[in-house]
């Protein structure tokens, strides 16, 4: 069975800066999918970015960005220029081949101070 | 509006009694999947389902059953609740293959249970 695995239960950052978010996995698959999602206090899940495994680039969307690296199992969140609206929980997913299993890490808890 | 709705949103039970959190979607979605997230563990598969009348088992089946008698429709059933079924509960649901081979899971809004 796969295993996610976040190492940061929290995280700060500073509005406008920079931070990264850690996720790595373990699997003995080749080929699969990597999402990040953000949960707001709302609970509502909201997927932020998504990876396909056999994809060298890394993904992007406007300020997030993957790190992703795959030989290391290995796929960190970078967000960049940070808002008060990123405050939320996120949660690195793996999901296998056949497309019918979610793993989820435990959740890293990102606080943005003003 | 596309969405999963999910009800009730807050249930507060007491052991042994039977209870079924209802699941919908508007999208025409084959897969659908249910969830529960517990603090420090984040969200784990509980069951799901490829299709009507398909159902598997996830990563925390003990204690749950579903059912899939219709493709808009995925409940979820504590025939004999615990304190330890305590938890937030998501459904989700996909189109498979094809067009979406990320399969990427539309989620409801969640329903906190508490087995007192």
């Known amino acids: 069975a796969q295993t996610v695995t976040q190492s940061q239960p929290e995280m700060s950052v500073q509005e406008a800066e920079t931070v990264t978010l850690s996720c790595t996995y373990d699997t003995s698959e080749s080929d699969y999918y990597l999402f990040w999602y953000k949960q707001p206090p709302s609970r509502q899940m909201i997927l932020v970015i998504r990876q396909e495994a056999y994809k060298q680039q890394n993904a992007t969307e406007n300020r997030f960005s993957v790190n992703f690296q795959k030989a290391a199992k290995s796929f960190s969140l970078k967000i960049s220029d940070s808002q008060l609206g990123d405050a939320a929980m996120y949660f690195c997913a793996y999901q296998n081949n056949a497309g019918n299993m979610l793993t989820f890490g435990g959740g890293t808890r990102l606080m943005v101070k003003p | 509006e596309a969405q999963v709705t999910q009800n009730p949103r807050y249930l507060i039970t007491v052991t042994g009694k039977k209870l079924t959190v209802t699941c919908s979607q508007n999208?025409?979605?084959?897969?659908m999947s249910w969830y529960r997230q517990d603090p420090g563990l984040g969200l784990r598969q509980i069951y799901y389902s490829m299709n009507v009348e398909v159902t598997d088992k996830g990563d925390v089946p003990e204690g749950y059953k579903v059912s899939r008698k219709e493709k808009r429709n995925f409940p979820l059933i504590l025939e004999s609740p615990s304190p330890n079924q305590t938890s937030l509960y998501f459904c989700?649901?996909?189109?498979?293959?094809?067009?979406?081979?990320?399969?990427?899971?539309?989620f409801g809004p969640g329903t906190r249970l508490t087995v007192l």
């Open positions: 989700a649901s996909s189109f498979f293959g094809g067009a979406n081979p990320y399969n990427e899971q539309f």
């Open positions: 999208m025409n979605h084959e897969y």
